[in-house]
């Protein structure tokens, strides 16, 4: 069974840069048929999509050109986890942050249990 | 980027009675080399992550009850619930899963009449 667990902090002061991890158990990050997605959830935006890493021989990732400039998604393998850094944040940052695994259709099927994160000074 | 555009945003339907939620994209999610739309529904309840239901416009995810089913080709699409159960009450999202960056829909807030 695969699972998601995210850890993080809640509270982030603007400027600065919010930094979440999302561990994978019963899957591996390296797997070449998953990707691994951060998305936000927010009452003025909805559902975001913010990027993916993934790994077919190279590693690769993808990011939304609304963030494209600020953010960095990392996978780590020797922890069988991956990152999200999202620089210069803004209270506009603030969000619902989750991780999900993309299957062999891309479609996201399995995600971490979300962290709130709050922009404030 | 693509735009997905839900109808209702909210619907109110019986117990037992049939539930139809309609996503339409700004363009076509049809991979032409393996002829499948990329078109996903997920359900949301309060406080949860949401839930992946359908890909690929009608391939139910293992375990999802068959009263849940998906249709359409193209830009269009539609999620039906063949006979509204109360666990069902939720609000549930439509996404496109072949154009980077993935977008959703804005959401179908759906509750018992």
């Known amino acids: 069974q695969i699972q998601l667990q995210q850890s993080g902090p809640g509270l982030v002061k603007p400027s600065q840069t919010l930094s979440l991890t999302c561990a994978v158990s019963?899957?591996?990050?390296?797997?070449?048929?998953?990707?691994w997605n951060w998305i936000r959830q927010s009452p003025s935006r909805g559902l975001e999509w913010l990027g993916r890493?993934?790994?077919?021989?190279?590693?690769?990732?993808d990011y939304a050109v609304s963030v494209k400039s600020r953010i960095t998604i990392n996978p780590d393998t020797s922890k069988n986890q991956f990152s999200l850094h999202l620089n210069s944040v803004t209270p506009d940052d603030t969000a619902v942050y989750y991780c999900?695994?993309?299957?062999?259709?891309?479609?996201?099927?399995?995600w971490g249990q979300g962290t709130l994160v709050t922009v404030s000074s | 980027d693509i735009v997905m555009t839900q109808s209702p945003d909210s619907l109110a339907v019986s117990l037992g009675e049939r539930a139809t939620i309609n996503c339409k994209s700004s363009q076509s999610v049809l991979y032409s080399s393996n002829n499948k739309n990329y078109l996903a529904w997920y359900q949301q309840k309060p406080g949860q992550p949401p839930k992946l239901l359908i890909h690929?416009?009608?391939t139910r995810e293992s375990g999802v009850p068959d009263r849940f089913s998906g249709s359409g080709s193209g830009t269009d699409f539609t999620l039906t619930i063949s006979s509204l159960q109360a666990e069902d009450v939720a609000v549930y999202y439509c996404?496109?899963?072949?154009?980077?960056?993935?977008?959703f829909g804005q959401g179908t807030k759906l509750e018992i009449k």
């Open positions: 019963g899957d591996g990050v390296s797997s070449n048929s998953a990707a």
């Open positions: 999900a695994r993309g299957g062999l259709s891309w479609a996201l099927d399995c």
């Open positions: 890493t993934y790994y077919r021989s190279n590693w690769y990732s």
């Open positions: 996404q496109q899963h072949y154009h980077i960056p993935y977008t």
């Open positions: 690929w416009t009608s």
